[in-house]
């Protein structure tokens, strides 16, 4: 089970971390991503991380430099940090996990979330 937290209502230029706990499988067991989901558009990819055997990450071109996405193996979660928020970060936030195909495609992710809404004023 995945179960995102860490969404909120913040302004242009603010942060925020979202979390992705993880129940009943180690994280190392799986690669991870987020993708998003803004009103009326596509779900998106975000992030993503392979499994610990690689430290490979990957960042859509609207956040890289601005987003981090990690792994905490003791508390068995996998974080999303965004920095420098924009209005356009609006969406609904998901995690996704599969078993190691490195991709951003959503079909490529068997495990996901249920989201968490992050809201970035102007």
């Known amino acids: 089970q995945l179960v995102e937290s860490g969404g909120g209502l913040v302004q242009a230029g603010d942060s925020l971390t979202l979390s992705c706990a993880v129940s009943g499988r180690s994280i190392s067991s799986f690669a991870w991503a987020w993708f998003r989901q803004a009103p009326g558009r596509e779900r998106e990819f975000v992030a993503r991380t392979a499994r610990p055997m690689s430290s490979s990450t990957a960042y859509a071109d609207s956040v890289r430099g601005r987003f981090t996405v990690s792994r905490d193996n003791p508390k068995n979660t996998v974080s999303l940090q965004m920095n420098s928020l924009k209005p356009e970060d609006t969406a609904v936030y998901f995690c996704?996990?599969?078993?190691?195909?490195?991709?951003?495609?959503?079909?490529?992710?068997?495990?996901w979330g249920q989201g968490t809404q992050v809201t970035v004023s102007s």
């Open positions: 996704a996990a599969n078993y190691g195909a490195f991709s951003t495609s959503e079909n490529q992710y068997p495990f």
